[in-house]
Each structure stands twice: as C-alpha cells, then as structure tokens.
C-alpha cells in the first residue's frame, strides 16, 4: 500500500505572528549587517499555546538552515524530552528528529533534542557537530551555569541564531540576569491572551481561607517562601484536610493538579484527598519514570481524579483533561504561580470516564489570614489585569475592567445590560482590529450580515468556535456549518472570508466599519417605516447606520432564533 507524506501542522495567527517575529529579529544577522545584530530573541507563550509547534514547524527552521546544518533543542528535563520528541515528529511528520540524552546518541538527525545534563559533558557535546540553530525550551532557565556552558559551545554567544520559548520569561530584579542570555523578547502573549481568542478556557478563582496560617512567620529564601517551612505552616493549620474538603465541595467533578511546597505536603495532601473520597496520588522528583508514565496513565483513564505534586507537574506536564488546580503552595513568584496555574488552561474535547465535560478552569488558592497581600493571585495571570473578584472568571474581570475603563459616554443601562450578559451594539475588544460590522443579537450571538445572508460564529466544544450561515429572512433551522471546531481568531477570520465571497456572488458591497454611509446622514422614512414593522422604534433624525444595525440585530435574532 502506497503512503502518503502527512503535511505539518497549521498554525494559528499568533503561533505565525511568533515566527514572523524571530524571522526580522534575525534578520539582520542574516544580511551580516551591524553589531547590534539579535542573536538570541525569546518568545513568551503561555502554557498550552503550542510554543512547541512554533520550532517545530518547517517555516521555522526552514529559512535559517538553507544553508544546512542542525537544530539544537535544548530541554531540561526527561519528560520535557519525551514529549518535545513526540510534538515535533507530530508537527512535521517528514522531519528527521533525534535524541541526544542518557543511552540515546541519535547525533545524525536534522532536530536533535538533547538535555542540558547530557551536553554538560565535554565527550557528548563534542560528538553533536554541525549546529546552526538553537532552540531553548522554557527559556528562563537559561541563565543557569549548564545552559551558560552549552549554549556558548555552540556559539550562541557569537552568532548561532538562539530562540527561547518560555511561559514566564520574569524580567525583573529576581531575573536571575536574563537580560544577558536573552537580546530581545519578539512576541509576548498572556493567558488573557489565550483565552480571548479561544486556545485556552477561561479559569475562576475561589480562596480557601486558613485561620491558623500566618504567613508572616514564614521564613523566606530568594524572594519566597521557604518549602520545608512553609510546608510545617500548612500542615500545622490542618491545610490538607481544608483542601481536601473543599475540593470536593467544590471540583468533586473535575479532575484536577495540587501544588505543594515539599514532597511531604504533597504525600499528606493526596492521603488527605483520599480519605475524602477523592483518589490521589502524588508525582515528585524522585518519582521513577515508569512509575510516573503508569501514574498519568491512570489519570488519563479517570482512575485518579487529583495528582499530588510539589513542583513537578509545573512544567512540561501534558494532561489537558485537568479542569481545576489547587495553589496549595502559597507564594510571591508570580512566574511560578502563572506556571502552576496554567497547567488547567488547555482545552479538552474527549470526555473522560466519571467526569463533567471541561468547559472551564477553576482555580482554588489557598491563603492565610494574614500575608495575603504579598501573594501572587490571579491578577498576574494578565499584564492588564489589575483585579479579580473571589468566584470572577480571568475573562469576567477584563470585561468589567473594559466596561469601567470605557464607560464615559455609556449610559448606566448599557454597562449594567452588558454586565449581565445582555449583549449592547459596541464594538467588542474581541473583533477590535477586524473592519468587518460585526454585530450581536439579542442573545449574545455574534454576526456579519452579508446581503440577504447572515454569518455567524458560536461556541463549540472546549473553548472553539463553529462558523455557520443563514439566510437573513429565514426562519429558525434553516442555519447550516460553514466551518467547525475552529479557535476564536480562525472562526472570525473564517466568518469574515465567507462573508466577502457570498458578496462577491450577490455583488452586494460589504459593509465596513469605516465606511463614509456610517459617518453622516440621517435615516430616510422608508428606512424608519420597516424598522417600525419590526416593533423598532427611533426619534426622527435618528443615525442611518444605527438603523441599519438594530434592522440586522432584529432579523439575525429571529433568524437564529432568539
């Protein structure tokens, strides 16, 4: 039987937009232009966007090896390998990938992935030759001795394009000097990000509040808390049996991830979680890899509902299924609360045995009495985000602080019917750089009409979006899919696509928002007439445009439905 080559994966708009950004970044050194060349540039994603893909995809690595030579993935962690390997075989089935890590000297391939560890040794690094590119995974470990030695072996120090992934690439005084590994930080997107345009589910925060920890009493170590220490103050306020319970009173349908500070908190946390009628089992460093694999497989079956870490599943961790996350770990690293975190933030289709499906993310903190001002929380899952009310979900907060920050010129109705799910006719940030009319319905569903044609994007399963079409004067059933299974910013394209083509074929212009008609001119009395047919009713003088919209939102509404 005759095979055929597998094409590599699509990329989605922000995992292209990373691409394109290392492609100018290295542009110069490319040409040999200048010494202020970028060498060295990182890339931010937040966990579960794919940042493997990025190096993974063949218009990554293709222009920056037409010349020939090796791409170097530099990981720190067996798991990180293992699962670098598998993504980068599934994102470009015809690349020739190797490992070079513990018995495996796979030093021939075009993609070699190889662990720090391994290459800290001279005798390994001499026999991988021939280096042209480097990719470091999560980055922010990169000002490590090892990673210092290796990457400067194979001249990242003096002209190797390098390009850092990380999900917390932290700049600040506790950086650890990343500014001297890395030049320039090309793309940077946050969970707010993600969940914005559909790669990530939206997450709730819940606190568990601990009369008997004082956090102030805990002795800190580089800018956080102790472990050893930190782990006595949770135990000592009965933190596991809190948790416990209020994991099942809160998540008993979700599968989910406790953080704790040291190997001892996360054993007492997972016996804690299973005497509550909540099988757990705990992952930690010394945890043997074939006893970890047997260990995920379990929880990928639904046979264990919580795993029990104290830092481990904080990266690399590859378990969409978990909808709910437990920070029994408090702490004032925001990079480590953001990796904690975003361990629950992947989309799920696959329902797993004894479970809800995943629709969500709930995230429960566990803080003392005191202290709590000091703690990372939710407001550092986005750079603009400023607060998150106890139960708000991340997307929920930006709303409102979206609302508040533009309400001048809204009326008190309008904030409080947006607030309440009420959809108003504004522009929504969501669609802010499209210059298609995209318009709500009184349900909340979003439209392009497009002629006699209606086009519209619903959510589907695990945070996508389907596409569909209806006639405008049709009547409710008669909608068909155009497009399924898609993230938000492929929907919206896909939408605005289609919507041009039905024009093109009716040769009805497309509305635009930037069109003179919306800008002047009042409502002529035919206009006015079949709105009033349609129970709407407008002062005369009324705008053209607004008409016209309320007309569309009218007929869409019944055509859906609503």
């Known amino acids: 039987m005759t095979t055929t080559a597998l094409p590599p994966i ?31 540039a990182a890339v931010v994603l937040p966990t579960g966007e794919g940042k493997t893909v990025v190096f993974a995809h063949p218009s990554f690595r293709g222009p920056l090896l037409a010349r020939g030579g090796r791409m170097l993935v530099l990981v720190h962690r067996d798991e990180l390998a ?10 470009d ?51 490590a001795p090892t990673y210092v030695q290796v990457l400067d072996h194979y001249g990242a120090f003096r002209g190797t394009p390098t390009a850092g992934f990380s999900a917390t690439l932290a700049r600040g005084a506790d950086d650890g000097h990343l500014g001297d590994i890395w030049q320039e930080v090309v793309l940077r997107r946050d969970i707010l990000d993600g969940i914005r345009c559909g790669s990530l589910v939206d997450i ?9 920890l004082d956090l102030r009493s805990v002795r800190k170590a580089a800018g956080d808390y102790r ?27 979700r599968q989910g991830l406790a953080f704790w500070p040291d190997v001892a908190s996360a054993q007492v946390g997972a016996e804690a979680m299973t005497e509550a009628g909540i099988p757990a089992e705990v992952i930690v460093g010394s945890t043997k890899i074939p006893e970890r694999e047997a260990i995920y497989d379990r929880y990928k079956r639904g046979q264990i509902q919580v795993l029990s870490s104290c830092s481990v599943l904080t990266e690399g961790f590859d378990m969409p299924q978990a909808s709910a996350v437990v920070v029994a770990r408090p702490t004032q690293s925001s990079p480590l609360y953001v990796q904690m975190v975003g361990r629950a933030l992947r989309p799920h289709r696959l329902p797993v045995p004894g479970y809800g499906p995943k629709r969500d993310a709930l995230l429960i903190d566990v803080v003392g009495a005191s202290g709590r001002h000091q703690l990372a ?78 086009i519209f ?13 209806i006639p405008t004067r049709g009547v409710p059933g008669q909608a068909r899919p155009v497009a399924q299974g898609l993230t938000l910013d492929w929907a919206v394209q896909q939408a605005e696509a289609y919507a041009r083509q039905v024009c093109a074929q009716t040769g009805i212009r497309l509305d635009t928002r930037g069109a003179s008609w919306r800008r002047s001119g009042a409502a002529v009395p ?28 009218a007929l869409a509404t019944r055509a859906l439905g609503g």
């Open 227 to 253: 472990d050893h220490d930190l782990s006595d103050a949770l135990q000592a306020a009965d933190a596991p049996e809190h948790v416990a319970q209020a994991y099942r009173e809160l998540a008993g349908d």
């Open 526 to 553: 035919k206009q006015l007439a079949y709105a009033s047919s349609l129970g709407l009713h407008f002062e005369a003088g009324a705008r053209k445009s607004d008409v016209s919209d309320a007309i569309s939102i």
């Open 377 to 454: 929380t939710m407001a550092d899952l986005s750079v603009t985000i400023k607060q998150v009310k106890e139960g708000q979900s991340l997307a929920e907060a930006a709303r409102e602080q979206d609302l508040r920050e533009a309400e001048q010129g809204w009326t008190e109705e309008e904030i409080h019917r947006t607030l309440a799910g009420e959809r108003v006719v504004r522009d929504v940030d969501l669609f802010a750089q499209s210059t298609s009319v995209w318009l709500s319905t009184r349900v909340g569903t979003n439209f392009i009409p497009a002629g006699g044609w209606t």
């Open 93 to 143: 089935p015809a690349a020739s990938v190797g490992r070079v890590q513990a018995t495996w000297d796979e030093t021939d391939a075009q993609i070699i992935v190889a662990s720090v560890q391994t290459l800290a040794r001279t005798s390994r690094r001499e026999r991988l030759r021939d280096v042209r590119l480097i990719v470091v995974d999560e980055a922010h470990h990169a000002v």
């Open 204 to 212: 709730r925060g819940l606190e568990v509040q601990l009369k008997g």
């Open 10 to 40: 699509v990329l989605r708009g922000y995992q292209r937009d990373a691409i394109l950004a290392l492609h100018r970044a290295f542009a110069g050194m490319q040409r040999g232009t200048g010494s202020g060349q970028v060498t060295r």
């Open 82 to 91: 293992t699962q670098a390997v598998a993504k980068l075989r599934g994102a």
């Open 457 to 469: 994007i619903w959510p589907a399963t695990s945070g996508l979006w389907d596409v569909g079409v």
